[in-house]
Structures are given as structure tokens and as C-alpha cells.
């Protein structure tokens, strides 16, 4: 029998983003991503994209983040770059497609076809997104890490 000494992490459920007003966090994000709000008060919100959320809260204060981020997988990165041009936001270079919000929070936009992260067969289904398919590279990456094919039967 082995003695664990420590839990395991499964995932990340959730992601607390202070913002200076959640109407108009609600607004800025709307524009770029489809979400189903659970929850809205003039402190707080919960967006959800499936099985996960972004609890926005009232109270950003500090200066924008240069290297602290937090990632969004979507569907579609370009459709979410165009957008972000078409609202005027700046775009941060390099190789990923970054981006600061209204209130200095740093925002990584992947594709969700093109990582290892995974959502279940359900999930996705629930969302409307079962049509997605991983790329060979990043199947091949989920194989590499044990993680083996994604479940289809959920």
C-alpha cells in the first residue's frame, strides 16, 4: 500500500480576475468570447465556458501585469485577434496572441485544437463544440505525457 503524502491536482476549475467594473468586464469580454453568465452582482461575476469559469471581482488597483497571464482556449484565435483590432485593443507581440484588458489583466489566447488541454466528449457536447478535433501534434503530446487518445464514450 502506498502512503500519499500529497493531493494531486486535477485541474484548474477557476480563474478570480479583479476588474474596475463588472458591467463593463461583461461588455469587454462579450465582445470578444461566447460565455454563459451564472451570476452577476455590482462586485462580482461568474462567466462560464463549460465546466469552467472566471469569477470576475470589483477591485483592481495594481499596475498592469507584464508577464503574469492567464490563457483562454477558443475555437477561433484569429476571429478573437480581429476582433481585438477592430475594438482598438493593443496587441502584445510575440508568439502568442496577448493582450492586455481595461484593467491591466494579461490575456493569452490559444486554440484549443492546437494544445494539450482537453475538455471531455461531454463537455464539449454540452458547449456545442463536439465538432472540434485535436490536432495530430497535439494528440501526439497527450500520448507523450500518458495522457493517451481523448475519451469519446462520456
Known amino acids: 500500500m502506498t502512503i500519499r503524502t500529497k493531493a494531486t491536482a486535477i485541474g484548474i476549475n477557476h480563474v478570480a ?3 474596475g467594473n463588472i458591467a463593463e468586464a461583461l461588455a469587454f469580454y462579450g465582445r470578444i468570447l461566447n460565455f454563459t453568465i451564472t451570476s452577476q452582482s455590482e462586485n462580482a461575476a ?3 465556458f463549460g465546466d469552467q469559469f472566471i469569477n470576475f ?3 483592481r488597483t495594481q499596475a498592469p501585469d507584464e508577464k503574469r497571464h492567464f490563457g483562454i482556449a477558443v475555437d477561433d484565435k484569429e476571429l478573437v485577434r480581429d476582433t481585438l483590432i477592430e475594438m482598438g485593443v493593443a496587441l502584445l507581440g510575440g508568439r502568442f496572441l496577448d493582450f492586455l484588458d481595461p484593467w ?3 490575456v493569452e489566447i490559444t486554440t484549443y ?3 494539450m488541454f482537453s475538455k471531455s466528449t461531454a463537455v ?3 458547449m456545442d463544440m463536439d465538432h472540434l478535433q485535436k490536432t495530430d ?3 501526439a503530446e497527450l500520448d507523450k505525457h500518458g495522457l493517451g487518445t481523448l475519451d469519446d464514450s462520456s
Open 137 to 139: 501534434e497535439s494528440l
Open 104 to 106: 491591466g489583466n494579461r
Open 46 to 48: 461568474f462567466i462560464y
Open 17 to 19: 480576475l479583479e476588474v
Open 113 to 115: 485544437t492546437n494544445i
Open 124 to 126: 464539449l457536447r454540452g
Open 57 to 59: 471581482a470589483k477591485g
